[in-house]
């Protein structure tokens, strides 16, 4: 096991204030072994460096756990959706750390979902599945099902909004793990946010415990339900945002 990889999540957890089992840092090992391996098949992340991939991928994960528990206690079921999951991130990180979320995590591209299928296999983990589907197209069987909705870096904020929106229950909350600097994009995305029944209640600037870059956490809450044609058919948000 590699070393610096389990002291950088350790430290980085410690600066954090987030208190991490024993357990939970032996399958993030294992996790990143894996994505270690199977990155030298294919390209499922540029960071790969032991401290980097433990603070970039895994803590930053888990860094929003407090966005999602934020209304509910830590013993509630949740469900989540992760879109443009990738490599797993951040919901397979944010399961592991929390076995009581169920989650579904999906990406357009079957390899990495394949990846992520390993992982939920290799460390036999309970109530998670990864699917291979575009986040319009699950809206056909996953609408409005969802208590919580994450991602990370797979679209500007006012099209992520019609990709996550749909998914999430009235009540429910979508949350966009975003770089630093987000009120451009927060405020070109009000519009579409409004259209599909969601209203920001919080964005939340951290930085990361060691490398000390800048993140934003922005929370958004499903007020009202999402109009029957969104989300529109696949492409057309990236193509025409709302
Ligand atoms: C830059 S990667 C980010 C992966 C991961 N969330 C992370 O932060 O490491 C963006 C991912 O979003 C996926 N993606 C983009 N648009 C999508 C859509 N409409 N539905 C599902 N997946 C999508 C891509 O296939 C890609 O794996």
């Known amino acids: 096991m590699n070393d610096v990889f389990k002291q950088t999540i350790v430290r980085g957890c410690t600066m954090a204030g987030i208190e991490i089992p024993g357990d939970v840092i032996k399958k993030y090992e294992k996790y990143y072994q894996l994505l270690c391996q199977k990155n030298s098949e294919f390209n499922l992340t540029s960071i790969t460096d032991p401290a980097e991939a433990a603070e970039k991928h895994f803590i930053d994960s888990i860094l929003l756990y407090q966005d999602i528990s934020r209304d509910k206690s830590i013993s509630t079921t949740i469900s989540m959706v992760d879109i443009g999951s990738g490599a797993g991130f951040p919901g397979l990180p944010l399961k592991i750390?929390?076995?009581?979320?169920?989650?579904?995590?999906?990406?357009?591209?079957?390899?990495?979902?394949?990846?992520?299928?390993?992982?939920?296999?290799?460390?036999?983990?309970?109530?998670?599945?990864?699917?291979?589907?575009?986040?319009?197209?699950?809206?056909?069987?996953?609408?409005?099902?969802?208590?919580?909705?994450?991602?990370?870096?797979?679209?500007?904020?006012?099209?992520?909004?019609?990709?996550?929106?749909?998914?999430?229950?009235?009540?429910?909350?979508?949350?966009?793990?975003?770089?630093?600097?987000?009120?451009?994009?927060?405020?070109?995305?009000?519009?579409?946010?409004?259209?599909?029944?969601?209203?920001?209640?919080?964005t939340r600037h951290i930085a990361l415990p060691l490398s000390h870059e800048g993140r934003s956490i922005i929370t958004i809450e499903k007020v009202n339900n999402t109009p029957d044609k969104y989300p529109r058919r696949a492409g057309i948000p990236k193509k025409r945002p709302l």
């Open 97 to 202: 750390y929390q076995p009581d979320i169920i989650i579904t995590l999906i990406d357009a591209v079957g390899k990495k979902v394949n990846f992520m299928q390993q992982v939920i296999k290799e460390l036999d983990i309970d109530n998670a599945r990864a699917i291979h589907i575009r986040a319009e197209e699950l809206s056909v069987t996953g609408r409005e099902k969802y208590d919580v909705a994450v991602s990370r870096a797979v679209a500007e904020l006012r099209v992520l909004v019609e990709y996550a929106l749909p998914l999430v229950k009235v009540g429910g909350l979508f949350i966009a793990a975003k770089g630093p600097n987000v009120q451009d994009e927060l405020s070109s995305a009000e519009r579409a946010i409004k259209i599909l029944g969601g209203k920001i209640i919080g």
